[in-house]
């Protein structure tokens, strides 16, 4: 895994990598491709969760990522939302499929305005810097 992202990452509690057949079967399944940084973050460890600065982070397992639950949990204004994880609470971590390029994006679970969904970054890491960052900006 990249330095960087392997630093912001070093809170997290780790799972056994996943396997990269059971990732590229995910991305067939969700007819998306996932950034690289995520990839290699799933080869290391299938999910995990914990502290990103003072931010709780979860990090669903490859297997579970959309799961049922969480579909019947987004309403149709926000279907091309693919949810990756959360902070524990109310508010999800999706990859975000609806515009041109991936982006990651942060979202409450209750709630439907466009306007609620925040862009987190193009990629995992930027992701993760973002987190630490608004961790040290809040206090």
Known sequence: MEERLASLTA??????????????????QLGLRFPSDYVEF?????????????????????????SDDQRALLPDERAGLVVFGSNGGLEAFALDTRGPELRIVMFPWI???QEEV?????????????????ALFDH
């Open 118 to 134: 925040i862009g987190q970054g193009r990629t995992f890491t930027e992701f993760f810097e973002r987190t630490h960052a608004d």
């Open 11 to 28: 809170g997290l509690e780790r799972r056994k990598g996943a396997a990269l057949v059971a990732i590229r079967e995910r991305e067939e």
């Open 111 to 113: 709630g439907i305005d």
């Open 42 to 66: 799933m080869l290391a460890s299938n999910g995990g969760e914990g502290f990103v600065g003072e931010s709780y982070v979860r990090i669903e397992p490859i297997e579970e990522l959309m």
